[in-house]
């Protein structure tokens, strides 16, 4: 009886070892970038920016462990720490992803409590670019760089906590919503957003979010559609299209933006394969009346393994109107470098290639 108990207890010691161990995971993306860029300040200013050359850019690379533990029999601790890093270099140390402490319950779903991707992603899969153009981009133009311009983005929001609805029977949504408090965004304002993917495992998805006080100053609401033409017919081709509505705070006008995107599975290799194409379009970059952006993008994948993944892409960025900040070389009275802002027109063609290796 004694030699059985002891088993016993060496098992459930190890099982409960085991359900606490973190997972080890991350990706290092080193890409070869040629780089065409050019901004021309309007009158009275004189700025111009010119970048012609060959970039090597870590992009999106990360480390980072995750894992959960029982903490009774409907509910377990959730945790992870996900640090981004430049492995090419071009900055040291590490910084903050999605960084957060939780519970996830069986009946009132899953609380994150930290730095937490915004809701808006939570409806985001539209976007297919990778590499250089991998998210929808910058809103401006600063420290001297010439860079792609698009609508804004989800952004990771510190001091906040994100609830996951668990799911329901018998109904096809995920349902999410945000709180973040008024030191997280630096507007003196306590920011929320909620999210709704709709997704019956049919091919077709649809969302609708709302944001405010978040990733900008204001509000933002945005809505997206996604069909899986492989479902249906015979065509391994995924489309999806993204709209978005920002209302900035003291903005002249709304900024309105559009994505359009299509990747499709390509058969005749040794390995998986795709192709994909991306539109974006910005009317009202940041709010400002005539501030408009088109990008298009178009690019491939090849998995030598589920895990390895090499990548070519070629994009134009094209912005008239936009805002540059630019180091002004004078220091205020606490002996930070001012920057003086411009506006001008923005141009900026990649073409790149890359090797992604996730782990």
């Known amino acids: 009886m004694k030699k059985l108990l002891l088993a016993t207890a060496i098992a459930a010691l190890s099982v409960s070892a085991a359900n606490a161990a973190p997972t080890v995971y991350g990706k290092a993306f080193l890409a070869a970038d040629y780089v065409n860029a050019d901004f021309d300040a309007y009158a009275p200013s004189t700025k111009q920016y010119n970048e012609d050359t ?12 995750k894992g959960s533990e029982a903490m009774t029999a409907n509910t377990d601790v959730i945790y992870q720490l996900e640090y981004g890093t430049r492995i090419d270099g071009d900055k040291n140390g590490f910084t903050n992803r999605d960084t957060f402490l939780g519970v996830n319950n069986k009946q009132f779903g899953e609380f994150r409590v930290g730095k ?30 010439v860079q792609a311009l698009n609508m804004a983005d989800s952004n990771r929001i510190p001091s906040s906590i ?76 995924t489309l999806g299209a993204l709209y978005q509505v920002a209302d900035y705070d003291g903005g002249s006008s709304k900024e309105k933006g559009l994505v359009i995107s299509g990747e499709m599975g390509l058969t005749n290799f040794a390995r998986p394969a795709a192709v994909y194409a991306q539109y974006n379009k910005t009317d009202n970059l940041e709010g400002f009346n005539d501030a408009d952006t088109n990008q298009i993008v ?14 070519a892409y070629a994009g134009m960025n094209k912005a008239d109107n936009v805002n540059h900040a630019y180091n002004s070389g004078v220091k205020n009275s606490y002996g930070d470098f001012i920057y003086n802002n411009v ?16 782990f």
């Open 54 to 65: 060959v970039e090597i850019n870590s992009h999106a690379s990360r480390i980072g462990l």
């Open 116 to 145: 937490n991707q915004s809701s808006l992603a939570r409806i985001d899969n539209v976007v297919v670019n990778q590499g250089y153009f991998d998210n929808l981009g910058k809103t401006n133009n600063d420290d001297d760089l």
């Open 162 to 237: 994100i609830w996951t609805a668990p799911k329901y029977d018998g109904l096809p949504l995920q349902l999410s919503a945000m709180y973040s408090s008024d030191d997280a965004n630096g507007n003196d304002n306590a920011g929320f957003g909620v999210a709704a993917l709709f997704d019956q495992g049919t091919g077709f998805t649809a969302g609708l979010a709302y944001d405010k006080d978040q990733n900008i100053a204001g509000d933002i609401i945005r809505g997206t559609a996604t069909v899986d033409l492989g479902k249906y017919m015979a065509a391994p081709v």
């Open 298 to 311: 178009v690019g491939g994948k090849y998995f030598y393994k589920d895990n390895i993944i090499a990548h």
């Open 343 to 358: 506006r001008g027109d923005a141009e900026v063609f990649v073409v790149g290639t890359g090797l992604e290796y996730k």
